[in-house]
């Protein structure tokens, strides 16, 4: 058996220091076009291989979400340009798949994620993430 444990975010809102869940955050009636949103980048990300250096053909990738179907993730946080999605080990895949997350851009979150969390999110000044294409 694999030790799969897990990767969860938490994000506090500034004015309440309270935890600021996924449902917070989203219009009202836009779940389901956020959790599309994230299907889509799942599947960009498997085309390019940009998660695990390994591109994946179309037939591929039909295949894996055959054996492996799409399940969207509510754990999150702020990217600078960004919202961050985090995937949990075997939530999208085998044991190799691993902890997968996904970016989706601010522009395309507009009329799914709340004005106000935008804002916020353009002046995240967080952590950088490393740049993965320098050694």
């Not at 994000?11 to 917070?24: A, C, E, N």
């Not at 599947?43 to 979400?65: A, C, F, N, V, W």
């Not at 999605?85 to 522009?107: E, N």
């Amino acid at each position: 058996m694999h030790d799969y444990g897990r990767l969860d975010y938490h994000v506090i809102h500034r004015s309440t220091g309270k935890p600021l869940w996924l449902r917070d955050i989203v219009i009202k009636g836009r779940l389901a076009r956020l959790y599309r949103l994230q299907k889509q980048a799942w599947i960009r990300t498997m085309k390019t291989g940009s998660y695990d250096g390994y591109p994946m053909t179309d037939e591929q990738i039909r295949e894996h979400l055959h054996y492996s179907p799409f399940r969207p993730s509510n754990n999150w946080h702020f990217n600078r340009d960004s919202l961050v999605f985090q995937f949990q080990a075997y939530q999208l895949g085998g044991y190799d798949t691993g902890k997968p997350f996904v970016r989706i851009g601010l522009a395309e979150l507009r009329g799914i994620i709340k004005p106000e969390i935008l804002r916020e999110a353009q002046s995240y000044r967080g952590q950088r993430e490393p740049d993965k294409s320098k050694p």
